[in-house]
Structure formats: structure tokens, C-alpha cells
T-cell receptor, first 118, second 114 residues
Framework: ETGVTQTPRHLVMGMTNKKSLKCEQH?????MYWYKQSAKKPLELMFV???????ENNSVPSRFSPECPNSSHLFLHLHTLQPEDSALYLC?????????????????FGPGTRLTVL | AQSVAQPEDQVNVAEGNPLTVKCTYS??????LFWYVQYPNRGLQFLLK??????LVKGSYGFEAEFNKSQTSFHLKKPSALVSDSALYFC????????????FGSGTKLNVKP
């Protein structure tokens, strides 16, 4: 266990549904991330939050809406998704962002949510 | 453009033999380089990182990686492979100019056969 949990582990949804992915970290970290992992493609960084503030949106379509109510929780709200959005969505956390030295920026990943959009 | 390349989709090695998983990168500024491993149905686990200093970095489970600035490479190595090392390995680089930017390779599947 890495100290980062994600729920649900599997999700099947239609294109008109609205659902949310949840990530929780028990590591006392301040930075949290959403990634998209598709088969045989590089991991794609989607969003970065540091101290609850969004510091990076990597040109992600608006049908993905992140929410970070506190440093321990991160949500990804989904609506009107497309079949090509089917992927493994990974959450990660780190003590901080790079530049602070040591292992501050080492990311700890959750097990992911396997999303299938029909 | 910033990028990470893992030229091999798959690496096969016999147990007990040395292994190398290749990674090259292109990033602005001084790179922060990482290796992660992913076992089936699990998230990525940190193996090791390079920021500065000695070009040979030692990490978890007996892995090490060699930073080569002139070749912009950061290959992962292990002197003697174990069957339990079989997994998906990802190289990653953090942009030295924008610490929010993190780039991963597409992954290399390592198969260690008994």
C-alpha cells in the first residue's frame, strides 16, 4: 500500500452519465495529481494541485472537472465523456513540487480507476 | 518539445542475467529524472531519481540508473534479474524550468524468465 487510495476501482458509464472519481492520501502530502494511462501511450499528466490550488491544467477537455477541497482529497468529475476517454485514471501525491530538494517531489500513486465509457 | 522516449516496448531477459531498460529524454533546463515500476492492477511505485551529483543512482530492489548528459539518457539497470522483477517500467522527467510539468515515457514491459 502506498497510502493513496482511489475509488471506485472500476467504473462503466454511458456518454450521458455524470460520475466522480475519488482520491484520498494519508501521507500528509500537499501536492496531488491526476494522470490518464492509456494502453501503449505515455502517462498523461492532467492536473496538478498544490495546497488545494490548481497549478497545472494540461489542456484537458472541460468534460473533466477536478476538485480539491483539501490537501488530502482530490476528485475528478466526469460528464458527457467519449469512448476514447476510456483509460486507467491514476491519482498521485507528493510532499510538494520539485525544487524543494530531497524527496519532496517523489510521487506516490494510487491503484487507479479503470474507466470504460460506452 | 519536452519528451521521454522508451524505445523498447518489451525487454526479455533470463533470471540471473543483467538487465537494461533504456530511456532518453528531451527537456529544457536541468532535468529531474525518475524511474517508476508498475505491477499488474497496481499504481506506479517509485524506484529511483536523479537530480544532481553522481551519475550512477541506486534505488529500490537492487536497481540503479546511469545518467548520461551527452547522450541525454537515463537507462535503468540491474546486475542480476529476478522473475519477480517482471513488470512495466516507466521513465519520467520533470521539466527543470516548470516544476508543474512531468513527462512519462510509454513504458517498457520487462519479462524475466526462469
Amino acid at each position: 500500500e502506498t497510502g493513496v487510495t482511489q475509488t471506485p476501482r472500476h467504473l462503466v458509464m454511458g456518454m450521458t452519465n455524470k460520475k466522480s472519481l475519488k482520491c484520498e492520501q494519508h501521507l500528509g502530502h500537499n501536492a496531488m495529481y491526476w494522470y490518464k494511462q492509456s494502453a501503449k501511450k505515455p502517462l498523461e499528466l492532467m492536473f496538478v494541485y498544490n495546497f488545494k490550488e490548481q497549478t497545472e491544467n494540461n489542456s484537458v477537455p472541460s468534460r473533466f472537472s477536478p476538485e480539491c477541497p483539501n490537501s488530502s482529497h482530490l476528485f475528478l468529475h466526469l460528464h458527457t465523456l467519449q469512448p476514447e476517454d476510456s483509460a486507467l485514471y491514476l491519482c498521485a501525491s507528493s510532499l510538494g513540487l520539485a525544487g524543494a530538494g530531497g524527496n519532496t517531489d517523489t510521487q506516490y500513486f494510487g491503484p487507479g480507476t479503470r474507466l470504460t465509457v460506452l | 518539445a519536452q519528451s521521454v522516449a522508451q524505445p523498447e516496448d518489451q525487454v526479455n531477459v533470463a533470471e540471473g542475467n543483467p538487465l537494461t531498460v533504456k530511456c532518453t529524454y528531451s527537456v529544457s533546463g536541468n532535468p529531474y529524472l525518475f524511474w517508476y515500476v508498475q505491477y499488474p492492477n497496481r499504481g506506479l511505485q517509485f524506484l529511483l531519481k536523479y537530480i544532481t551529483g553522481d551519475n550512477l543512482v541506486k534505488g529500490s530492489y537492487g536497481f540503479e540508473a546511469e545518467f548520461n548528459k551527452s547522450q541525454t539518457s537515463f537507462h535503468l539497470k540491474k546486475p542480476s534479474a529476478l522473475v519477480s522483477d517482471s513488470a512495466l517500467y516507466f521513465c519520467a522527467v520533470r521539466d527543470g524550468d516548470n516544476f508543474n510539468k512531468f513527462y512519462f515515457g510509454s513504458g517498457t514491459k520487462l519479462n524475466v524468465k526462469p
